[in-house]
Each structure stands twice: as C-alpha cells, then as structure tokens.
C-alpha cells in the first residue's frame, strides 16, 4: 500500500520483462552446503536481492516497467533520475512529493514474495514481517533531491515450534538522489547513494548484537521528448557487499561463525554479511491518446518573466529615487517619507506579482481540467540483475 499527494487518473497496459542472472543453488563452491540443506556456517552472504514489483501500486500495475515513466516518489526506486522528473500537472517553481508505504505479512502468505518456486512462509504473524518505506522527493525548478527509506524487519522464529524468539533482524536501505532536469524537462539525469544494513538485535534487552553495513552507487537518465509520445529511461546500480561489526555480546566462535542458540537447543547461522547484486533497468513508454506524454515543462514564474524583468527595472528605478531623495532630505522626517514612500512602492509591486502569478495559476489549472482524459500507455522495461555468490535469500535465513 502507498499512499501519494497527488494522483492522476490513468488507463494502462503494461508489459514487464525480468531476467535474473544468478546461480540456481545458495552456494559457491560448498561452505553453505546445496540447496534445501541447513544453514551450518556464518561463511555466506545475504542476498537483497528485490525484483521490480517491491514499489507502489502504480508501478505494481505497470508490472514494474516504470524505468522510462519515473514520475513521484514511485520512481524513486526504478530510477535515481526520478525526482527531477516533472509530471503534467506540476507547474510551480517549488514542489514536493511525499509516499508512505507498509507491507503486512498478511499480503505475502499467498505468494512467492522471495521468488523461491513456492508460497512465501510467514512464521509468527503479524509481527514477523513488516516493510516500511517513507519517501520525499523535494524539487527547486529542474533540480531535485530524493530520499527514500525502505526498512524491512524479520523475526529470527524457532522452525520446530513455531514459537517467537526474542532476536530481530532488521534491514534498512537507504536512497538519497540528487536529479537535474534540462532543456524544459526533456531530458532528467540523476546520480543517488544507496546504503544497506543489516543489524541483528534483542529488542527486550537493548543494543544490537552484530551489524553489516555498505554504500553502493547508482545512475539514471529520462528522456522525454516534448514532440513525442514517448519516454525512454536506463538505470544502473553498483553491487553492495557490507562489512560487519560486532557487540561484544555476539562475537564469533573458533571457527569464525555468529551463532545464536534457540529455545530448543539448535542453533542459528548468522552471515557476516549483506550484499546487494548490480543490476540494469532500461524500457521505454509510449501513449495513445488525446493527452500529451511530454507536454514542455515551464514554470508559473517563468511564464510571467516579462512582467517580473519589468519589475526588477522599476524596482531599481526606485531604489535610485529613495537614494537621491536621501541625500537632499534636510531632516529626520524628509528621509523617513522617503523610505516610506519607498516601501509603499515595493509593496504594490509585490501585490501585482502575486495577482500575475494567480492569473496564470488559474489558467494554467483551467488548462488541466479541460485536457481530454483518456489516454493508453504502454510500458516495458528489463532489468538484468548479477549474480552474489556464495549467498542465500531472505527467506533461507528466516526459516
């Protein structure tokens, strides 16, 4: 579930093309053992690895072809140019997005979430999984920040009786971007960090037990020719391999392993460390319709640019006055009815900037409400993903 500031109504078909480049066992060479075996070693590495669909409801309809669209806090995920990207109905030099999404176990019990070949097993609901990802992007004329949290907490469940145990691990990904649009929008490039962690704690006893944490890179481009119906948009993410640090209540044994003892005796692996593979997102967009996909970007500022160039030449025209006002005044009083007739004039300048700029709010708003609604979009995308070896998924450590 996500919720957004703004909403437009939309008519869609999408088309999504995932390929996933990875091994077909949790193993590398054997310290984890073959797949479906126990987990006997902290020599691995988790794997994060998220397809195109973990987003908001828009980009789940769009199948996650969304790379090219990147339109609000939605397309922060897909694409690190997004938050410079300016939709139709944004016209004001300063504007602002804000998401806010959760995720229950409820919604993951009837699925393969992990995309493991079978229905994802939630132990301990309600409390075992929980995803939390605010957002908000802020945008300044055609530069833009973007920040996006994706927090996702796991309970460490005793497999055999089901019961939950007192160990959480808890794995924040970070998304800060800064985007830059050009030429009216047309064309929006972006560069953004992302840092992964993991840390394991016991939330009855305070402090964390061990920590895996790393930064990783990512790049993007929209181009939106305002002529065309069409948007193409590329996305690229470096890998991510943390590295740990640990509390003195979890070190590791003589074998190096961080091993945590449950309820019934047998013990839980820990890896010593997350990784997150690179990966490649490229698709394009095209709309059939009445409607625009690219209508030039202009601000309501830039729109009344004549009137403000005229005001700043008054304006100087005044100051110029006030100043040779002031240096004839023969008195107190002859100086202060000057500045006082001064800031009379700036004011009444003011006042007809901000009727210029409701005037063409007004306009440009009656321009939107007549716009032909219906429209067909048609998106794809694919997105090649890299292999992390020596690795298990989410759902291996879990279980």
Not at 45 to 66: E, I, K, M, N, W
Not at 253 to 268: A, F, P, T, Y
């Amino acid at each position: 579930m996500l919720l957004s500031r703004k909403l437009s109504p939309q008519v869609s078909i999408s088309i999504a093309l995932a390929a996933l480049f990875a091994s077909g066992h949790a193993r590398a060479g054997g310290p984890v053992g073959s797949n479906g075996q126990p987990i006997t070693t902290s020599e691995y590495s988790l794997d994060l690895f998220q397809g195109p669909l973990f987003a908001g409801s828009r980009v789940t309809s769009l199948g996650g072809a969304y790379v090219a669209i990147a339109e609000d806090v939605d397309g922060d995920l897909q694409n690190p140019a997004a938050p410079a990207v300016r939709p139709f109905f944004s016209y004001t030099h300063f504007d602002y997005w804000l998401g806010f999404g959760v995720t229950f176990p409820a919604d993951l019990a009837n699925m393969d979430f992990f995309n493991s070949g079978s229905k994802t097993h939630v132990p301990n609901s309600p409390k075992s999984f929980v995803f939390f990802t605010p957002a908000v992007n802020l945008q300044w004329g055609e530069f833009a920040i973007g920040l996006n949290l994706a927090i996702q907490n796991y309970a460490l469940s005793d497999p055999v009786m089901g019961e939950r145990r007192g160990v959480t691990a808890t794995i924040p990904t970070t998304h800060l971007q800064i985007a830059r649009g050009f030429e009216h929008n047309q064309l929006v490039f972006g560069v953004g960090v992302r840092y992964v962690s993991m840390t394991v704690n016991e939330p009855d006893q305070g402090g964390f037990l061990f920590r895996s944490s790393g930064p990783g890179f990512e790049f993007g481009g929209v181009f939106k020719p305002e002529a065309l119906p069409l948007r193409l948009g590329i996305a690229y993410r470096t890998p991510i391999i943390t590295q740990a640090s640990y509390s003195d209540k979890l070190l590791p044994n003589e074998n190096g392993d961080l091993v945590l003892k449950r309820n019934d005796g047998s013990s839980i692996y820990l890896p010593k460390s997350v990784s997150s593979p690179w990966d490649l997102n490229f698709g394009f967009a095209v709309q059939f319709g009445a409607r625009p996909l690219n209508p030039p970007w202009r601000s309501d500022e830039e729109l009344i640019k004549r009137q403000l160039l005229e005001r700043e030449l008054r304006e100087l025209e005044y100051d110029e006055d006030l100043q040779r006002a002031i240096a004839l005044s023969r008195s107190a009083s002859d100086r202060s009815a000057a500045k006082t007739e001064y800031d009379k004039k700036i004011a009444a300048e003011e006042r007809a900037t901000e009727i210029a700029l409701l005037k063409v709010k007004r306009g440009i708003e009656k321009k939107l409400t007549a716009m032909n609604r219906f429209y067909v979009q048609v998106a794809a995308s694919m997105l090649l993903s890299g292999a992390v070896e020596n690795s298990v998924g989410v759902e291996s450590l879990v279980n």
